[in-house]
């Protein structure tokens, strides 16, 4: 099997900056799913089933120019690495070129075999070759064993799975409310229940024997199946509405760890332009969608893709 590719100036921007910050705080280890066409950077899909899982996908021409693979796979390669290594060697190609010529075009990256210092079994490798006017330097990042056709297909099946959005979802705005109000929240307890409503509410609720703590985002944006709120329901509760539009249908509920859940609001890192929620069809996960606009628009940026998915620890209702 063989992958090289430039990284362009765009790449290593969306890497270095944004993406590979955000994914280290999903977890130590990441794979590198490569396919003719894509790049995914996949967390927890056919590992760690209870921790939670993140999938970011590019577009090859958003990372890469110049990019040749080839596999007995279907020319697909995946492996497993760790992130924060692999962002060390990227930030350290930078540092290196950037002062001479730029960027772009000059850190080329490739999967190679190398026998290691005190081995005698050669061991895979994900390197990058930054040439610079003066100087050339590799760096070498250590990967796994690439995975075997029945691993590749296993991960395939888990991406496709993945990719299934909750029929109702909501826009949450202002994440610097949501991050602040769960900072709070972790001090009191670890279990936080989550409602999605057809109406566009959002609802988060943590409860000890001694406190219970909730906060409500109302009237948001939804995408997917939606209702018109009671008028009844006006001068309810918020934990009333909720616990009445779950009843009606028109709601679900879940429980999730709240470790979990400020985890995913570090994707924030990877600058997104917002956030939608959702949970699965019978309270399978809740889903975190990240949307990307292209630059200076309010369209979507189809070229790249984030979403979570954060396991249920109770089924909740529906």
Same mark, same amino acid.
């Given at each position: 099997?063989?992958?090289?590719?430039?990284?362009?100036?765009?790449?290593?921007?969306?890497?270095?900056?944004?993406?590979?910050?955000?994914?280290?705080?999903?977890?130590?280890?990441?794979?590198?799913?490569?396919?003719?066409?894509?790049?995914?950077?996949?967390?927890?899909?056919?590992?760690?089933?209870?921790?939670?899982?993140?999938?970011?996908?590019?577009?090859?021409?958003?990372?890469?120019?110049?990019?040749?693979?080839?596999?007995?796979?279907?020319?697909?390669?995946?492996?497993?690495?760790?992130?924060?290594?692999?962002?060390?060697?990227?930030?350290?190609?930078?540092?290196?070129?950037?002062?001479?010529?730029?960027?772009?075009?000059?850190?080329?990256?490739?999967?190679?075999?190398?026998?290691?210092?005190?081995?005698?079994?050669?061991?895979?490798?994900?390197?990058?070759?930054?040439?610079?006017?003066?100087?050339?330097?590799?760096?070498?990042?250590?990967?796994?064993?690439?995975?075997?056709?029945?691993?590749?297909?296993?991960?395939?099946?888990?991406?496709?799975? /993945?990719?299934?959005?909750? %029929?109702? @979802?909501?826009?949450?705005?202002? =994440?610097? $409310?949501?991050?602040?109000?769960? #900072?709070?929240?972790?001090?009191?307890?670890?279990?936080?229940?989550?409602?999605?409503?057809?109406?566009?509410?959002?609802?988060?609720?943590?409860?000890?024997?001694?406190?219970?703590?909730?906060?409500?985002?109302?009237?948001?944006?939804?995408?997917?199946?939606?209702?018109? /709120?009671?008028?009844?329901? %006006?001068? @309810?509760?918020?934990?009333?509405? =909720?616990? $009445?539009?779950?009843?009606?249908? #028109?709601?679900?509920?879940?429980?999730?760890?709240?470790?979990?859940?400020?985890?995913?609001?570090?994707?924030?890192?990877?600058?997104?332009?917002?956030?939608?929620?959702?949970?699965?069809?019978?309270?399978?996960?809740?889903?975190?969608?990240?949307?990307?606009?292209?630059?200076?628009?309010?369209?979507?940026?189809?070229?790249?893709?984030?979403?979570?998915?954060?396991?249920?620890?109770?089924?909740?209702?529906?």
């Amino acid at each position: 099997m063989k992958f090289k590719a430039v990284v362009t100036e765009n790449g290593v921007s969306l890497l270095d900056r944004r993406f590979l910050p955000a994914l280290e705080k999903m977890g130590k280890i990441c794979h590198l799913f490569l396919t003719r066409d894509h790049a995914f950077f996949l967390h927890n899909l056919i590992t760690t089933p209870d921790g939670i899982q993140s999938i970011a996908q590019f577009r090859k021409q958003a990372l890469f120019e110049d990019y040749r693979i080839s596999s007995q796979n279907e020319d697909r390669i995946a492996f497993a690495f760790d992130i924060s290594l692999l962002l060390r060697a990227v930030r350290s190609s930078v540092s290196i070129i950037s002062g001479e010529f730029g960027i772009a075009n000059r850190l080329q990256v490739k999967l190679v075999k190398k026998l290691p210092p005190n081995s005698t079994q050669p061991m895979p490798f994900l390197t990058f070759e930054t040439k610079g006017y003066k100087s050339a330097v590799i760096q070498d990042v250590p990967i796994s064993k690439p995975l075997s056709r029945a691993q590749l297909l296993q991960l395939q099946a888990a991406l496709d799975a /993945a990719q299934d959005l909750p %029929r109702t @979802l909501v826009q949450v705005p202002d =994440s610097n $409310r949501l991050q602040n109000f769960v #900072d709070r929240m972790k001090h009191v307890g670890d279990l936080l229940n989550v409602s999605i409503s057809k109406y566009g509410d959002l609802h988060l609720q943590i409860s000890t024997t001694l406190i219970t703590l909730g906060a409500e985002f109302r009237k948001l944006l939804v995408v997917g199946d939606k209702a018109q /709120a009671p008028s009844e329901d %006006r001068d @309810l509760s918020a934990q009333t509405r =909720s616990g $009445r539009a779950i009843l009606m249908g #028109d709601a679900q509920s879940v429980q999730v760890s709240i470790r979990h859940f400020s985890k995913s609001l570090q994707c924030h890192l990877a600058k997104p332009d917002c956030a939608f929620y959702g949970i699965a069809p019978q309270g399978a996960c809740l889903t975190v969608i990240f949307q990307f606009f292209i630059p200076g628009t309010r369209q979507t940026d189809k070229s790249i893709s984030l979403h979570c998915r954060l396991p249920v620890l109770d089924p909740g209702s529906s």
